[in-house]
Structure formats: C-alpha cells, structure tokens
Nanobody
C-alpha cells in the first residue's frame, strides 16, 4: 500500500520557520517527481515546490522562492520542505505528492501527480 505521510505543520508567528516532512512507503519513488502543494480555505490547490528524486532537479513557485527549500533523503525515503521567513499568506494545508515522469501535464499542475498525502496544516499568525 502506497503511503505519503506529511508531518511538521503547526502554528508559527510571521517570520518564523517550519520544516515539513513527507515519509513515503509502499513502493520505490526513485524516478518520481515529488511535489509540495498547498491549499488555503476557498482557494485552489497551488504548486509550491518539486524535486526529481533521482536527479535532484528542483523548481519553486515564485511566491516561495528564496524562502522555502525542498530536499530529499534517499535513505529515509523522505522529502522535506524547509520554510523560512513565513508570512500569513503561507497559511494553508500543505500536501506532499508523487508523480511519474513522462506525463504531458506540467508538474506544477496537481493533475500530474498520482499519489497524495493527507496534508498538514500550517498557520502563520501576523
């Protein structure tokens, strides 16, 4: 059974930091694209960052570039999202996702991903 389990969310003041973790199990994701998305109340799910597990190529949404860092630990089967200089507008449920390469759907589109975690809440107070 494939599982992606996020953790690390919480309540933090503006300017603070959090590190989200996504532990994967049930299959090998070595050639997958691993993405982080977020969804605020009343808004669509939006792309945050992605990393290609095997090659390490990385991309970020403009809104988080310079503040967030995505990384992976092959031995721990875990993908991380380090979030610094958090802003109230970063408040959302954050989701980890895994997608197979080769799809025609761009990887900043949630429809490109096959597996999703349950999400972890991040709340940034002003």
């Amino acid at each position: 059974q494939v599982q992606l389990v996020e953790s690390g969310g919480g309540l933090v003041q503006a300017g603070g930091s959090l590190r989200l973790s996504c532990v994967t199990s049930g299959r090998t994701f070595s050639n997958y694209i691993m993405g982080w998305f977020r969804q605020a109340p009343g808004k669509e799910r939006e792309f945050v960052a992605l990393i290609i597990w095997s090659g390490g190529s990385i991309a970020y949404a403009d809104s988080v570039k310079g503040r967030f860092t995505i990384s992976r630990d092959n031995a721990q089967n875990t993908v991380y999202l380090q979030m610094n200089s958090l802003k109230p507008e970063d408040t959302a449920v954050y989701y980890c996702a895994a997608g197979r390469p080769g799809t025609s759907v761009p990887f900043n589109d949630p429809n490109a991903y096959d597996y999703w975690g349950q999400g972890t809440q991040v709340t940034v107070s002003s």
